[in-house]
């Protein structure tokens, strides 16, 4: 089955560091971008990061630009988010998506997890 | 940075209706636009692509138009499974999302 799927959300202190993760199956990992978008709590989509398909390329959102590192294990089909000096805005659910090859939009989505920054 | 601003938010409606929501860009995106499903506790489900085109397996009374600044989302008889929150994104330049429309039950 071709799916998503995300882990690593919970609770995390403001100043503090998580790290997601996210796991894909059915399809050729490496043959496509993937990217980070979070939801905060009753609030829109939002998009976080992006990585190209070998990993050597990385572009940020301005709001978690020099906190948020994201990378990727090719060889593990997992994508990751690393995710330092937690503020309380940061607190949303996250979405590992993966790009169309060469189209720029997402057609493929994890069902999320949750991260709560708070003390 | 691009912003996409959709109306209306809330959108009641009956089973049968035609709905179109609109969505609008802060400057031309072409037509790199995307039109995404969201349930709650689902992660969204993409749509349409590139303006108007239909991705697979997406019933035909969902359609796209617009190109430049000026985009709708229109189904043509709401169905019981549409009732859901409606996200537009474009993607020409990084990606943004509009704050969303709420399909509700009238």
């Known amino acids: 089955e071709v799916q998503l799927v995300e882990s690593g959300g919970g609770l995390g202190q403001p100043g503090g560091s998580l790290r997601l993760s996210c796991a894909a199956s059915g399809f050729t990992f490496s043959s496509n971008w993937m990217h980070w978008v979070r939801q905060p709590p009753g609030k829109g989509l939002v998009w976080v990061s992006r990585i190209n398909s070998d990993g050597s390329s990385t572009t940020y959102a301005d709001s978690v630009k020099g906190r948020f590192t994201i990378s990727r294990d090719n060889a593990k089909n997992t994508l990751y988010l690393q995710m330092n000096s937690l503020r309380v805005e940061d607190t949303a659910v996250y979405y590992c998506a993966r790009e169309v090859a060469r189209g720029w939009y997402f057609d493929l989505w994890g069902r999320g997890t949750l991260v709560t920054v708070s003390s | 940075d691009i912003q996409m601003t959709q109306s209306p938010s809330t959108l009641s409606a009956s089973v049968g209706d035609r709905v179109t929501i609109t969505c609008r860009a802060s400057?031309?995106?072409?037509?790199?636009l995307a039109w995404y499903q969201q349930k709650p506790g689902k992660a969204p489900k993409l749509l349409i692509y590139k303006a108007s085109s239909l991705e697979s397996g997406v019933p035909s009374r969902f359609s796209g138009s617009g190109s430049g600044t000026e985009f709708t989302l229109t189904i043509s008889s709401l169905q019981p499974d549409d009732f859901a929150t409606y996200y537009c994104?474009?993607?020409?330049?990084?990606?943004?999302f509009g704050q969303g429309t709420k399909v509700e039950i009238k």
């Open positions: 994104q474009q993607y020409n330049s990084y990606w943004t």
């Open positions: 400057q031309s995106i072409s037509n790199w």
